[in-house]
């Protein structure tokens, strides 16, 4: 009777671990995953991210915002600034006079709002001078406005071992914005679709996949984002491309593979040929800018194999005066490979 006790105890134990096994066993499209340096990511950041680029005019500076009202002084002129319409006050009484400073000087104290949404009270100008150095470098790439996500939107996060650890419903943009900063570098976290989010004439999308998710935000950026500089075929691109050294700050396929290109840099000449150099060795090869129907792309090209996998015909998504982003769809297994061209 003991033994027939235990026995009976025991398979309840392996039933038991057994279910636990299975709940956390990943049943999912992995290439559905998103980690922290994922451009999807990145681009729900800077939709989710308390707007910091609109009120540039006051506070140059798109890593916080001056929470209104404030008052400043611009030539002479105190301008309280009460709302977003004020912004073009403080415009028009810089442009005014040709021959003035057209520095904006704040009455403190002022309340700033960084991107995660966290204010701080500024009681004086050298206390937001440190918070500005404090901030290092725009890369160029800001909020992204006219589209916003209807909330809830639910999301699997999973450890290095793709073991489902927990499942979150996230409510607000707030929530949203912190939760993707605080992901670790060994997490992962897939989107329970379908999503939907409304657009700037109003019409909810619905999302079905993290693809279409990218090219709906990145619809956004071409109607309405003005900070970052969206494709068009204008020769803006060609002319940053052939000023400076650049290297590979970030490539994807399948994998991310950005250490493949440590050490190398890239030069792009207007003539449209390129040299990459990597530990005194050179390397010749070409480059082109052009327009496919409504697609801007850069095609590159280079001697031998070992740059073969930079060698396509790149789309652009977007670029700054220091960064260019593109990405290419595989024509074989239909996968996106990103690649993004960076200069200090």
Known sequence: MK??????????????????????????????????????????????????????????????SVVLPATVIVNGQNIVVSNQADYQTVQDAIDAFSNDDDIVNFVYPITVQFQNFTTLVVQ???????????????DGFDEIECINFNFPIVVNIYNANNQLAETISITNN?????????LEDNEYIAIQYPISV??????????????????VIE???DDCDDDSQSPGGNGNLSAILTDGIWYVSYFYDDTNQTSMYAGYTFTFNSNGTSQAMSNGNFLNGSWSNYMDGAEEKIEL????????????????????????????????????DYLYLSKN
């Open 301 to 336: 090209d280079y001697d031998g194999s070992i740059l073969d996998e930079l060698e396509d015909d790149w789309e652009v998504i977007e670029y700054s005066s220091t960064q260019i982003r593109l990405k290419d769809v595989s024509g074989g297994n239909g996968g996106t």
């Open 3 to 64: 033994l027939k006790h235990f026995l009976n105890l025991s398979l309840i134990g392996l039933l038991l671990m057994s279910c636990q096994s299975e709940e956390n066993e990943v049943i999912q499209d992995t290439s559905q995953n998103l980690a922290k340096s994922s451009p999807l990511t990145n681009l729900i950041s800077r939709v989710s991210q308390n707007p910091t680029s609109t009120d540039n005019v006051l506070d140059n500076s798109s890593c916080f």
């Open 219 to 221: 619809d956004a950026i």
């Open 174 to 182: 707030v929530q949203l914005y912190n939760f993707l900063e605080s």
């Open 198 to 215: 409304t657009n700037s004439n109003n019409q909810t999308i619905v999302i079905s996949n993290n693809d279409q998710f990218e090219d």
């Open 124 to 138: 004086n100008s050298d206390v937001l001078d440190d918070i500005m150095d404090d901030c290092g470098e725009d």
